[in-house]
């Protein structure tokens, strides 16, 4: 990447799988990494600094959310997203593209990006996801017409409009204006889909060029594949846009119904994607799809479920006290077996959570609905996310990634 502040490299490679430092007018990324979302610029229920001291590198911010609550402009006014929330590292900001999605077809067809963004799959998570209502979008081809969730405004956006409104968050990194389409969706509507959004694509890069930073600094623009899970529609978009100027690509829209079918979308994507910039995977952040990403020769990913499962009680780690491998890497603490338990979240974890407090207190804490109850769980799974990660970029530095996926989710069919 050439632009002022940026810098991509990939340090080595092990199959499609890469190891790389990406350099940022924030700092330093080393990948791969997942990314923690602050949707309005927060981790909710966690300081910044408590993210940051979990081991968190980047945030990940929404466009379309900030833009309604608190406004773009008072948070310009504060000098950009950085200073406004205190977070001295990166930040990436949402086009506002899947809110097309979540308060459109996504409420429509009754699919949830958390709950069951994969039909195919059984459930375990929480998130949105149920029975089919009204949508609150309109999409044309000039842009998308909103419903606003909070009070029933009417807001119009367009490729231009959103690069506007993330030149004035001021996030390092920023993403194009998308149709993210649903798992519902046929050929023929992820089709049309598609090539609005290459010709949204071009709109934004224009829009992009004809503005400059309003905080000081640069900015990189990426442009989002779409195509849905049809192999030719993904395979054309993700070459339409690595033909384009962009700064780097994010993988987004429908994944397919199943982990299986994302993990095939990937297989189509990345070989199509310019070796040199970075690659991002939209919405995706449990553990087996980190491993089949990094595989896959992603670099980044972000996901709300690690946090939005802490809220809930859900807590990450690998093995259950007796030592026994735990499904999915679920703890659940709302279970009456863990009310008089001693030990922590997970033996050997250095987050503040397990090095203080036990399961029996944060169990408490939860059926008690006590803030810090989810507060200590969410310092805890972004603690296992950061360390996971870490020992993943180890693996490929050592030659090791296979047998260390291979330890992690078992040997393969």
């Known amino acids: 990447m050439s632009r002022s502040g940026f810098a991509f490299e990939i340090l080595l490679e092990r199959g499609r799988a890469r190891l790389g430092r990406y350099t940022t007018p924030h700092g330093v990324i080393d990948t791969p990494a997942f990314v923690a ?54 930040i990436m900001t949402d086009s506002g593209g899947f809110q097309v999605f979540s308060l459109g077809s996504g409420i429509e067809h009754g699919v949830g990006k ?59 990194i920023v993403l194009a204006f998308d149709e993210c389409t ?53 395979e054309q978009s993700a070459e339409v846009i690595a033909t384009l100027p962009f700064d780097g690509v994010a993988v987004g829209g429908n994944l397919g119904k199943t982990l299986a079918e994302m993990y095939q979308v990937i297989d189509w994507t990345t070989p199509r994607l310019p070796r040199a910039k970075p690659r991002h995977l939209l919405g995706i952040g449990d553990v087996p799809s980190l491993f089949e990403a990094v595989a896959r020769g992603i670099d980044t990913f972000d996901c709300v479920s690690p946090t939005r499962n802490a809220r809930n009680g859900g807590a990450l780690a690998r093995f259950d006290s007796d030592g026994a491998p735990l499904p999915k890497f679920r703890l659940n603490l709302r279970n009456a077996r863990h009310a008089a338990a001693r030990e922590p979240i997970e033996v050997g974890c250095n987050c503040h959570a397990c090095q203080h ?57």
């Open 114 to 172: 958390v709950a069951n963004i994969f039909p195919g799959e059984a459930s375990g998570s929480a998130g949105r996801g149920g029975e089919p209502g009204g949508s609150l979008v309109e999409v044309g081809e000039e842009g998308v017409v909103f419903t606003s969730h909070i009070d029933g405004s009417r807001h119009r956006f367009t490729p231009e409009r959103s690069i506007a409104v993330q030149r004035a968050l001021g996030a390092d």
């Open 37 to 90: 979302v602050g949707t309005q610029a927060t981790v909710k229920s966690v300081a910044p600094e408590v993210v940051a001291g979990a081991g968190i590198q980047l945030l990940f911010a929404n466009t379309y959310h900030l833009y309604l609550r608190p406004g773009a402009e008072i948070v310009a006014a504060h000098g950009g997203l950085h200073r406004f929330m205190n977070w001295p590292g990166p």
């Open 357 to 413: 407090y036990t399961r029996a207190y944060l169990r408490h804490l939860l059926k008690a609905n006590e803030q810090l109850g989810q507060q200590l769980v969410t310092i805890h799974n972004l603690r296992f996310m950061a360390r996971l990660l870490n020992e993943i970029r180890a693996s490929l530095r050592h030659d090791r990634f296979e047998a260390l996926k291979r330890a992690w989710l078992g040997a393969e069919d």
């Open 182 to 234: 649903s798992p519902l969706h046929d050929a023929e509507y992820t089709r049309r889909s598609a090539e609005r959004t290459h010709r949204w694509a071009r709109r934004c890069l224009e829009a992009f060029a004809a503005s400059e930073p309003r905080h000081g600094y640069q900015q990189a623009l990426y442009g989002v594949v779409q195509g849905g899970a049809f192999r030719a529609l993904r």
